[in-house]
């Protein structure tokens, strides 16, 4: 399954998810960012980073490029789209998730590792997790506080994919921090998957987010 | 100006007349202490710098030592002590950019960051200004550019509170075959100039690095510091990779103190050659800008590769690809000058040598003398001691200082911040561990002993890992080395630490010098900066945290009767006074010997935790060794090897060449007996207490609370 690692100016875990994406029997395809049709992909992951600096605010540059265009063609064929931590910003900034990543409640960069709930199963990435299932990922973020007006219809649409378990480091509403469209096709995580895919960085739990995908 | 009138002679003598006032300036950075170590380079010439796996020693941007029959490392230290105590955010992450480029001219990618950093106590306001800002301006240049901090330290001390000291030290990996040099080799190469515009900033940076620190020094210097842009770093760092990877460039330097002078005339002088640059084809940030703002600005970002003229048009794509300006501003010439023109106009010819070598200065030395008298102080209780230095600014948990670095990316890091070293991996077995550590009060105190062991501590932490160590970089950040007693402070330092480095096998193979760490008559205890890196085995790695109750505790290495210039009296007696721990270099190998022997045999897997003793004595260590892992212990140190000390000693002594080792109990008798150093069971790891026998009785919460939340009481 190929599957496309979005580059943007600023991305900085673009090697680190081709890497995940390998391990979990995937072809990953770096995709720059001045491109605007790859639907030849199967997939793709918007990786982390600090895109165009995370000038202006997280995502909102990455947000009006050509790869945002063929990420829509994507979506309308259907196809599985992750975004982690600053891609999930630009998946909100976009409007392609719901609600919105900002400033964490203490506003400093913060780096640690965390336990987290896995609130629905029904996404590609999520789907060999049994509902509630804690598993452990680290976030690394400044601007990772979600924050959505309607968390009744969320709630009610199965969209939240990961909640916090026990510490909520950023302040999210209702410790959410992973979230995806009504399809559960396009989905924006802050924790990074990539980061917990091999045990001897702390967890393999992340690497289902990949194999999840791949074999969707 | 800094040039002294017998330099100015010299000056005027090698070049048969008297300088124009772009030449002047050009001398000048180049002639700072900051460029030419004209002070420290004959001291510096006692470090060993070359061994078995040493490819490259000091003298190119970064050293290069090999970790893997195909991979190498390339590391380097350096010092932004000036401009962070003016500008803290600005300097602190130009201080990390600067490191970056030095390491990405040998042709490798970053993979690590660590900081050791100094400030005055919290409680001091501007302290707390300095720390936060600091702390800040690294963390958001290196996570932006996407390498992880994964390791450090930090002191707090009033003599840091007008003078703080920022070191930051990078590891880097590059294939052996892809390494690449600071060089211009060949005549008619082109030097092609990329990354940032050059502006008006950072001009005399060096030179102000070069002089004490006032109380003006804020608004005055403001210009000399530079300003930093970590996103166009991050193309500058990808783009660079990229050119290196397509193309086999002839070198490639990167500009930092000094600037295009600095970055140009050293190319060219490293291999004879002479260098001719043309002003109105470098890419400028503003209008207006005089040859003499040109040629001397440090703007941050910026590269310069030596290329043949037919490899102009690929790399130029490359840069546009990320869209960086870059342009072709001069060429490689055979005539061992180096030539400025403005249009057809030369207005700066000045021999290369005569700008890349300046002459080095005999600096007079004087011994300090020792106050020997002995202060007579009334013990506390030992659990009220334990308490105060583990919850002292110094030893407290650095939480928060390294949660806003991102250790993570890059997904090497096996061992995170918070253990001995970091710990990352290079290749499927092969991961290599890194430590940072300096004691500027044993330096003080004596800075032969202070040095080593300041060398002895990073070695320690490294081989804690289960790390061979296999090479050293230093940073020594002193005060005005025309004081005799600073400059006999800093010779006694480099010979302490070059010899524990020859008794190692570890090379020096980087460094950096800071003098001038003075403010308004303050100087800086001396600091001298010491690097480690060691190379580990995937599954010869080790950590503090206790594993197993039941498992035994075992102290390896002699204590000694040195409390002096220990935590113990700096926090609860604030005293700095007599004598530092003494370096032992037979036993410190030793001990360490014996714990990679252990490491490498058929007792491997009975090893099951490693600390070292260091800052605060074996009390802090096995507080350590318990609240990182949640498990107690009860141990006896009336059975520590020692030499002539009472318990109280044993439990906060700083004496070196010390380690804590936990083993499983069934193998206890062979594990002793494979040991070559003093080493005994003292007791095992057991409950939910610290408990040492005559001396204290902690609960572990206690000891947490001690521990934890001490920075974040004044830092939000």
Same mark, same amino acid.
């Given at each position: 399954?190929?599957?496309?690692?979005?580059?943007?100016?600023?991305?900085?875990?673009?090697?680190?998810?081709?890497?995940?994406?390998?391990?979990?029997?995937?072809?990953?395809?770096?995709?720059?960012?001045?491109?605007?049709?790859?639907?030849?992909?199967?997939?793709?992951?918007?990786?982390?980073?600090?895109?165009?600096?995370?000038?202006?605010?997280?995502?909102?540059?990455?947000?009006?490029?050509?790869?945002?265009?063929?990420?829509?063609?994507?979506?309308?064929?259907?196809?599985?789209?992750?975004?982690?931590?600053?891609?999930?910003?630009?998946?909100?900034?976009?409007?392609?998730?719901?609600?919105? @990543?900002?400033?964490?409640?203490?506003?400093?960069?913060?780096?640690?590792?965390?336990?987290?709930?896995?609130?629905?199963?029904?996404?590609?990435?999520?789907?060999? @997790?049994?509902?509630?299932?804690?598993?452990?990922?680290?976030?690394?973020?400044?601007?990772?506080?979600?924050?959505?007006?309607?968390?009744?219809?969320?709630?009610?649409?199965?969209?939240?994919?990961?909640?916090?378990?026990?510490?909520?480091?950023?302040?999210?509403?209702?410790?959410?921090?992973?979230?995806?469209?009504?399809?559960?096709?396009?989905?924006?995580?802050?924790?990074?998957?990539?980061?917990?895919?091999?045990?001897?960085?702390?967890?393999?739990?992340?690497?289902? @987010?990949?194999?999840?995908?791949?074999?969707? | 100006?800094?040039?002294?009138?017998?330099?100015? &002679?010299?000056?005027?003598?090698?070049?048969?007349?008297?300088?124009?006032?772009?030449?002047?300036?050009?001398?000048?950075?180049?002639?700072?202490?900051?460029?030419?170590?004209?002070?420290?380079?004959?001291?510096?010439?006692?470090?060993?710098?070359?061994?078995?796996?040493?490819?490259?020693?000091? /003298?190119?941007?970064?050293?290069?030592?090999?970790?893997?029959?195909?991979?190498? $490392?390339?590391?380097?230290?350096?010092?932004?002590?000036?401009?962070?105590?003016?500008?803290?955010?600005?300097?602190?992450?130009?201080?990390? /950019?600067?490191?970056?480029?030095?390491?990405?001219?040998?042709?490798?990618?970053?993979?690590?960051?660590?900081?050791?950093?100094?400030?005055?106590?919290?409680?001091?306001?501007?302290?707390?200004?300095?720390?936060?800002?600091?702390?800040? /301006?690294?963390?958001?240049?290196?996570?932006?550019?996407?390498?992880?901090?994964?390791?450090?330290?930090?002191?707090?001390?009033?003599?840091?509170?007008?003078?703080?000291?920022?070191?930051?030290?990078?590891?880097?990996?590059?294939?052996?075959?892809?390494?690449?040099?600071?060089?211009?080799?060949?005549?008619?190469?082109?030097?092609?100039?990329?990354?940032?515009? %050059?502006?008006?900033?950072?001009?005399?940076?060096? %030179?102000?690095?070069?002089?004490?620190?006032?109380?003006?020094?804020?608004?005055?210097?403001?210009?000399?510091?530079?300003?930093?842009?970590?996103?166009?770093?991050?193309?500058?760092?990808?783009?660079?990779?990229?050119?290196?990877?397509?193309?086999?460039?002839?070198?490639?330097?990167?500009?930092?103190?000094?600037?295009?002078?600095?970055?140009?005339?050293?190319?060219?002088?490293?291999?004879?050659?002479?260098?001719?640059?043309?002003?109105?084809?470098?890419?400028?940030?503003?209008?207006?800008?005089?040859?003499?703002?040109?040629?001397?600005?440090?703007?941050?970002?910026?590269?310069?590769?030596?290329?043949?003229?037919?490899?102009?048009?690929?790399?130029?794509?490359?840069?546009?690809?990320?869209?960086?300006?870059?342009?072709?501003?001069?060429?490689?010439?055979?005539?061992?000058?180096?030539?400025?023109?403005?249009?057809?106009?030369?207005?700066?010819?000045?021999?290369?040598?005569?700008?890349?070598?300046?002459?080095?200065?005999?600096?007079?030395?004087?011994?300090?003398?020792?106050?020997?008298?002995?202060?007579?102080?009334?013990?506390?209780?030992?659990?009220?001691?334990?308490?105060?230095?583990?919850?002292?600014?110094?030893?407290?948990?650095?939480?928060?200082?390294?949660?806003?670095?991102?250790?993570?990316?890059?997904?090497?890091?096996?061992? &995170?911040?918070?253990?001995?070293?970091?710990?990352?991996?290079?290749?499927?077995?092969?991961?290599?561990?890194?430590?940072?550590?300096?004691?500027?009060?044993?330096?003080?105190?004596?800075?032969?002993?202070?040095?080593?062991?300041?060398?002895?501590?990073?070695?320690?932490?490294?081989?804690?890992?289960?790390?061979?160590?296999?090479?050293?970089?230093?940073?020594?950040?002193?005060?005005?080395?025309?004081?005799?007693?600073?400059?006999?402070?800093?010779?006694?330092?480099?010979?302490?630490?070059?010899?524990?480095?020859?008794?190692?096998?570890?090379?020096?193979?980087?460094?950096?010098?800071?003098?001038?760490?003075?403010?308004?008559?303050?100087?800086?205890?001396?600091?001298?900066?010491?690097?480690?890196?060691?190379?580990?085995?995937?599954?010869?790695?080790?950590?503090?945290?206790?594993?197993?109750?039941?498992?035994?505790?075992?102290?390896? /290495?002699?204590?000694?009767?040195?409390?002096?210039?220990?935590?113990?009296?700096?926090?609860?007696?604030?005293?700095?006074?007599?004598?530092?721990?003494?370096?032992?270099?037979?036993?410190?190998?030793?001990?360490?010997?014996?714990?990679?022997?252990?490491?490498?045999?058929?007792?491997?897997?009975?090893?099951?935790?490693?600390?070292?003793?260091?800052?605060?004595?074996?009390?802090?260590?096995?507080?350590?060794?318990?609240? &990182?892992?949640?498990?107690?212990?009860?141990?006896?140190?009336?059975?520590?090897?020692?030499?002539?000390?009472?318990?109280?000693? %044993?439990?906060?002594?700083?004496?070196?060449?010390?380690?804590?080792?936990?083993?499983?109990?069934?193998?206890?008798?062979?594990?002793?007996? &494979?040991?070559?150093?003093?080493?005994?069971?003292?007791?095992?790891?057991?409950?939910?207490?610290?408990?040492?026998?005559?001396?204290?009785?902690?609960?572990?919460?206690? $000891?947490?609370?001690?521990?934890?939340?001490?920075?974040?009481?004044?830092?939000?």
């Amino acid at each position: 399954m190929k599957v496309g690692v979005i580059r943007f100016p600023g991305s900085n875990c673009d090697r680190d998810v081709y890497h995940a994406l390998e391990l979990a029997g995937g072809e990953p395809e770096y995709v720059w960012w001045k491109e605007n049709d790859f639907l030849h992909m199967d997939a793709v992951v918007i990786p982390g980073g600090f895109s165009y600096g995370d000038y202006l605010r997280a995502g909102a540059i990455a947000a009006i490029t050509p790869a945002i265009e063929g990420i829509k063609k994507l979506v309308a064929e259907e196809k599985p789209v992750l975004g982690i931590c600053n891609g999930a910003q630009i998946l909100s900034e976009v409007g392609l998730v719901p609600g919105v @990543f900002t400033v964490n409640e203490n506003p400093k960069f913060n780096c640690q590792w965390t336990q987290l709930k896995v609130k629905t199963n029904r996404t590609p990435f999520t789907r060999s @997790f049994e509902k509630d299932q804690l598993i452990k990922m680290p976030v690394a973020h400044a601007e990772g506080r979600y924050y959505n007006p309607d968390l009744d219809l969320l709630q009610d649409q199965d969209q939240i994919v990961l909640k916090f378990h026990g510490e909520n480091p950023n302040g999210s509403l209702e410790g959410i921090t992973g979230v995806c469209d009504e399809s559960g096709l396009v989905c924006a995580v802050m924790p990074h998957p990539e980061r917990a895919s091999e045990s001897i960085l702390g967890s393999s739990d992340g690497l289902n @987010f990949f194999k999840g995908m791949i074999n969707y | 100006m800094v040039l002294t009138e017998s330099e100015e &002679k010299y000056i005027k003598k090698e070049l048969g007349r008297e300088p124009n006032s772009l030449e002047y300036g050009m001398l000048d950075i180049m002639f700072s202490e900051h460029c030419s170590y004209k002070s420290s380079r004959p001291v510096l010439g006692l470090f060993p710098t070359e061994g078995e796996k040493i490819i490259l020693g000091p /003298g190119d941007d970064a050293g290069l030592v090999e970790i893997t029959d195909e991979l190498a $490392l390339a590391v380097g230290i350096e010092s932004h002590n000036h401009p962070s105590a003016i500008e803290p955010y600005g300097g602190a992450g130009t201080g990390i /950019g600067g490191i970056l480029r030095d390491i990405i001219s040998m042709g490798a990618m970053p993979i690590a960051l660590l900081d050791s950093l100094r400030f005055g106590y919290l409680e001091d306001q501007k302290s707390r200004y300095l720390f936060e800002h600091v702390v800040k /301006g690294i963390s958001d240049y290196g996570n932006r550019v996407g390498i992880p901090t994964v390791g450090g330290e930090v002191e707090f001390d009033d003599n840091f509170q007008l003078n703080p000291l920022v070191n930051v030290m990078c590891a880097g990996l590059v294939a052996k075959k892809d390494i690449v040099r600071g060089i211009a080799p060949d005549v008619g190469d082109l030097f092609l100039l990329m990354g940032g515009r %050059t502006g008006r900033d950072g001009i005399h940076g060096v %030179t102000f690095a070069s002089e004490e620190l006032t109380t003006s020094s804020e608004i005055e210097d403001r210009p000399a510091v530079q300003i930093g842009d970590p996103f166009t770093k991050k193309m500058v760092l990808e783009a660079s990779l990229e050119i290196m990877e397509q193309i086999p460039v002839s070198g490639v330097k990167d500009l930092g103190g000094g600037g295009l002078t600095c970055c140009i005339s050293e190319l060219a002088a490293k291999c004879d050659n002479g260098a001719q640059v043309d002003l109105g084809a470098i890419p400028l940030r503003e209008e207006g800008m005089t040859p003499y703002e040109i040629m001397l600005s440090e703007s941050q970002e910026r590269m310069v590769f030596v290329i043949k003229p037919a490899q102009v048009e690929a790399v130029m794509e490359i840069c546009d690809k990320y869209e960086l300006p870059a342009a072709v501003i001069g060429e490689v010439t055979a005539s061992g000058r180096m030539i400025v023109k403005d249009a057809e106009e030369i207005i700066a010819d000045l021999p290369a040598h005569l700008l890349a070598d300046p002459p080095v200065v005999e600096r007079e030395s004087r011994e300090i003398e020792k106050n020997h008298g002995k202060i007579e102080v009334e013990h506390p209780p030992a659990e009220e001691a334990l308490l105060k230095i583990l919850s002292s600014q110094n030893i407290a948990s650095k939480r928060w200082v390294y949660r806003q670095y991102d250790h993570e990316v890059q997904i090497r890091t096996i061992v &995170k911040p918070g253990d001995d070293a970091a710990v990352l991996r290079v290749d499927e077995e092969t991961a290599v561990a890194l430590s940072v550590d300096c004691n500027s009060i044993h330096t003080k105190l004596d800075p032969y002993h202070g040095g080593a062991g300041s060398l002895a501590e990073a070695l320690r932490n490294v081989v804690s890992m289960g790390a061979t160590p296999i090479c050293v970089v230093d940073c020594l950040n002193f005060g005005n080395p025309e004081k005799p007693e600073v400059f006999w402070q800093f010779s006694q330092c480099v010979q302490g630490m070059a010899d524990l480095a020859r008794k190692f096998n570890t090379p020096v193979i980087s460094g950096n010098v800071s003098f001038y760490n003075e403010t308004e008559g303050v100087t800086v205890n001396p600091s001298p900066v010491v690097g480690v890196v060691g190379v580990v085995e995937i599954p010869h790695i080790r950590t503090m945290e206790f594993k197993n109750e039941g498992d035994k505790i075992i102290v390896l /290495g002699n204590t000694y009767p040195e409390l002096d210039g220990s935590e113990y009296y700096r926090e609860v007696h604030q005293l700095v006074h007599g004598d530092a721990p003494r370096i032992r270099m037979d036993e410190e190998l030793k001990s360490a010997e014996s714990i990679l022997e252990l490491l490498n045999s058929n007792l491997a897997s009975a090893i099951t935790a490693i600390h070292d003793s260091s800052a605060g004595g074996i009390g802090i260590a096995l507080s350590e060794m318990a609240l &990182k892992s949640g498990i107690g212990a009860e141990v006896d140190l009336n059975k520590a090897p020692g030499t002539n000390t009472n318990e109280f000693e %044993t439990l906060l002594a700083e004496s070196h060449g010390r380690y804590i080792i936990t083993v499983t109990p069934d193998k206890v008798e062979e594990v002793l007996d &494979k040991i070559k150093a003093p080493a005994s069971v003292v007791g095992e790891v057991k409950g939910d207490k610290l408990v040492i026998k005559n001396l204290l009785d902690l609960d572990l919460d206690k $000891l947490q609370r001690a521990y934890h939340g001490v920075i974040e009481e004044f830092m939000a």
